[in-house]
């Protein structure tokens, strides 16, 4: 039996943690003025609070879709994950 974690970006788990237990992180949006980011894949924790004081507003975040979800764990059922 193959048991798989899935979570989203906001948790914010250390990435020796991510690495040790093998999860699935799916990247939340970061969204500033009509600008959306990928968190950790199109923008670093250490960009964003490089830009933050230099942004017009306060950034917003927006949960991925449930489409990007089932598409994880279906690769993960996939891979033998017995359960997500």
Do not use: H, K
């Not at 914010?12 to 040790?20: K, N």
């Not at 991925?64 to 359960?83: I, N, T």
Request: proline fraction near 6%; aromatic fraction near 10%.
């Amino acid at each position: 039996m193959s048991i798989r974690i899935v979570t989203d970006s906001t948790c914010d788990l250390p990435e020796s943690v991510v690495a040790e237990y093998g999860i699935t992180v799916i990247p939340a949006y970061i969204n500033v003025g009509d600008q959306s980011y990928l968190d950790g894949v199109e923008l670093s924790r250490e960009e964003f609070y490089r830009r933050l004081p230099d942004w017009e507003s306060l950034p917003t975040t927006a949960v991925p879709g449930s489409e990007v979800f089932r598409q994880a764990y279906e690769r993960l059922a996939d891979e033998g994950a017995s359960d997500v």
